[in-house]
T-cell receptor, first 113, second 111 residues
Framework: EPEVTQTPSHQVTQMGQEVILRCVPI?????FYWYRQILGQKVEFLVS????????KSEIFDDQFSVERPDGSNFTLKIRSTKLEDSAMYFC???????????FGDGTRLSIL | RKEVEQDPGPFNVPEGATVAFNCTYS??????FFWYRQDCRKEPKLLMS???SGNEDGRFTAQLNRASQYISLLIRDSKLSDSATYLC????????????FGQGTELSVKP
C-alpha cells in the first residue's frame, strides 16, 4: 500500500537555527498538509497546499514557516529561526481529492535545544 | 467551546468488552467526519470514515447525527491490540480541506 514518507525521523537543532523537514506524499495525491503535535496535546493544522500554492494556513504558521514543493515528489516545511516552542512531532499528510481521507506520514520529531 | 470535543479518558476495559466513544463538533458546516487511531508517539492512522447513514467495519461501528452535531464509535469484542488513542476528526471541506482533531480518548484493553 502506498504511503507518505518523512525524513528525518528525529531532528535535534539549536534554537535560532533553520530546519527543513521533508515529506514524499503518495504519488497521485493532489493535496498536501503539515500538522504538528506538541507532546501531550492534540494534533494541530499548520498549512494546506494545492496546485503549487498555499490554500490555507493557521495562526501558528507565521512568517518563520514556509512550504515548498520543489519537484514532482517532495514537499518540505522550513522553519527559518527555530524557537523552543517549535519542539513537537510534525506530520505530513496527503489526500487524493474531494472527501477522501488524509493519509499521514510517520512524523518527524523536532527537538529544539 | 472547542471545535471538536471528545469524552475524557482513559477507558480501561477487559478483553471482549464493548466500548463506546462520543464526540461533538461545533461547526454545523462540517462536511466530512473520521475516526483515526493513534498509538503512542506515532502518526494518526485512519480507522474509518463516518457516513450519515452510519457504517460498520468488522467490530467497529460509527454513527453520525448531523442535527445534534454528534459522532460516535462503538468497538465490540475489544482486543488487546485495540489499545490506543482514538481521535475524532472533522473536515469542513473548504478549499484547503484541513482536518480539525479532537483531543483524543485513550483506550486500554486489559487481559
Amino acid at each position: 500500500e502506498p504511503e507518505v514518507t518523512q525524513t528525518p525521523s528525529h531532528q535535534v537543532t539549536q534554537m535560532g537555527q533553520e530546519v527543513i523537514l521533508r515529506c514524499v506524499p503518495i504519488s497521485n495525491h493532489l493535496y498536501f498538509y503539515w500538522y504538528r503535535q506538541i507532546l501531550g496535546q492534540k494534533v494541530e493544522f499548520l498549512v494546506s497546499f494545492y496546485n503549487n500554492e498555499i490554500s490555507e494556513k493557521s495562526e501558528i504558521f507565521d512568517d518563520q514557516f514556509s512550504v515548498e514543493r520543489p519537484d514532482g515528489s517532495n514537499f518540505t516545511l522550513k522553519i527559518r529561526s527555530t524557537k523552543l516552542e517549535d519542539s513537537a512531532m510534525y506530520f505530513c499528510a496527503s489526500r487524493l481529492q474531494g472527501a477522501q481521507p488524509q493519509h499521514f506520514g510517520d512524523g518527524t520529531r523536532l527537538s529544539i535545544l | 467551546r472547542k471545535e471538536v470535543e471528545q469524552d475524557p479518558g482513559p477507558f480501561n476495559v477487559p478483553e471482549g468488552a464493548t466500548v463506546a466513544f462520543n464526540c461533538t463538533y461545533s461547526n454545523s458546516a462540517s462536511q466530512s467526519f473520521f475516526w483515526y487511531r493513534q498509538d503512542c508517539r506515532k502518526e494518526p492512522k485512519l480507522l474509518m470514515s463516518v457516513y450519515s447513514s452510519g457504517n460498520e467495519d468488522g467490530r467497529f461501528t460509527a454513527q453520525l447525527n448531523r442535527a445534534s452535531q454528534y459522532i460516535s464509535l462503538l468497538i465490540r469484542d475489544s482486543k488487546l491490540s485495540d489499545s490506543a488513542t482514538y481521535l475524532c476528526v472533522v473536515n469542513k471541506n473548504n478549499q484547503g480541506g484541513k482536518l480539525i482533531f479532537g483531543q483524543g480518548t485513550e483506550l486500554s484493553v486489559k487481559p
